[in-house]
């Protein structure tokens, strides 16, 4: 488990989704701002890449890139690049976003 000093209510950890996952270090509430999203804009596709609008990509270079995928997921980035829970999150649970639904 890796904890993480700029982002301390989350730590990184073996996931059963998919890898190293971002897990809860505490709970956060829904509404709550987990992190702003740091990296640099690019057009290759790669495993932490997001795409903004399928022309404009966005590598992703912080410890948010560990956030999996999940349908029904507890978080969402935003277009500020800002990611915030959508539901409550308990402690020791992977933070989760639907990839395929934003």
Not at 13 to 33: M, P, Q, R, V, Y
Not at 86 to 102: L, N, P, R
């Amino acid at each position: 488990m890796i904890k993480n000093e700029k982002l301390p209510q989350v730590v990184i950890k073996e996931s059963t989704i998919h890898g190293n996952g971002l897990f809860a270090a505490e709970d956060i509430s829904a509404g709550t701002l987990i992190g702003e999203v740091q990296g640099r804009p690019t057009n290759k596709d790669g495993a932490y890449v997001l795409w903004v609008d399928g022309v404009d990509g966005f590598e992703v270079t912080c410890d948010l890139k560990y956030i999996n995928h999940s349908d029904m997921p507890n978080a969402c980035y935003y277009d500020t690049l800002e990611v915030c829970a959508i539901t409550d999150i308990k402690s020791g649970e992977e933070i989760t976003h639907d990839y395929e639904g934003s």
